[in-house]
């Protein structure tokens, strides 16, 4: 049985993914779920308990009513303090296997995917983050893989699928050659010819790598492009169709790092779309 936490702020992103978390709990026949929602402690000590009680009146409602819904009652835990600590310590006391969060704007989670409040839960929980934007209609029908030569986009993908969010046959993959700025490119005496013969290239080796992974991509799935990762990838994301990107990470040092390093950053921050973000550990 899956294990869900859902970082909620009470808004109606929040909401989304709430309702995202209902439909993967209630596809799978049942699971074990938590609405977790995190207060700052910097406030007076009077107001921050005033908060808590109002925090667990609503979710306990909300509870209620998506026991109907999802087929089994979610836990509600209202915390006090600083929200990427609260978050990995309730996601490993519950050992969850998913973590849910809305795409927050207005409110302590706001930073959630830029910057280090998402770097910080990623790499010290090994956990798998969705991002969920918009409103919940349907299943997940078409995803889009950002993929390297790494493991990481391999785990990525295979994760993707245990969790219940993707189908074999129902996944792009995406993958960037990036140029050099034109004037470089002529200093270093790097042609036109020579990109397309990196593309294609790449394009062998990700063939190469899927197939030992075992993911079967027809080839009018599989894009590599030159040009920015963020362009190829958004552009990629728009040509399919996809309701769901994945992204796999890498760990550098201690540090965990996207595998596009900032572009996935800003990536998350300007697509609208939902986003699947998968470390190496999970």
């Known amino acids: 049985m899956i294990k869900i936490l859902v970082a909620t702020d009470l808004s109606e992103r929040s909401a989304h993914a709430v309702q995202r978390a209902v439909q993967l709990i209630r596809r799978q026949g049942g699971g074990e779920w938590c609405l977790l929602h995190v207060i700052d402690d910097d406030a007076p000590g009077e107001l921050v308990q005033r908060q808590v009680q109002q ?7 909300q509870a209620e009513r998506l026991l109907e819904q999802a087929g089994s009652r979610p836990r509600v835990v209202v915390a006090v303090g600083e929200v990427a600590e609260v978050v990995v310590e309730s996601a490993k006391g519950m050992g969850a296997d998913l973590l849910v969060v809305g795409a927050h704007r207005k409110s302590a989670l706001r930073d959630f995917f830029v910057g280090t409040t998402l770097e910080r839960v990623v790499r010290s929980s090994h956990l798998p983050v969705l991002r969920v934007n918009g409103p919940v209609t349907h299943d997940y029908r078409h995803a889009l893989l950002a993929a390297d030569l790494s493991r990481t986009s391999m785990q990525a993908w295979h994760r993707a699928r245990e969790l219940g969010l993707i189908e074999e046959g129902q996944v792009e993959i995406a993958s960037a050659v990036e140029p050099l700025a034109a004037g470089a490119m002529m200093d270093a005496g790097i042609s036109a010819e020579v990109l397309e013969n990196q593309r294609d290239l790449m394009r062998q080796q990700l063939l190469e790598r899927l197939g030992k992974a075992g993911v079967n991509v027809a080839d009018a799935h599989l894009h590599v492009q030159i040009g920015s990762p963020e362009g190829v990838i958004g552009d990629a994301l728009r040509k399919s169709g996809a309701d ?5 990470t890498h760990a550098r040092e201690g540090a965990s ?3 596009l390093g900032s572009v996935a950053s800003r990536l998350l921050a300007s697509l609208d779309g939902d986003a699947l973000i998968v470390p190496p550990a999970a």
Do not use: Y
Not at 55 to 61: D, R, Y
Not at 244 to 248: C, N, P, S
């Open 257 to 259: 790092r996207f595998f």
């Open 244 to 248: 769901l990107l994945v992204l796999g």
């Open 55 to 61: 925090a667990e009146t609503l979710l306990q409602a």
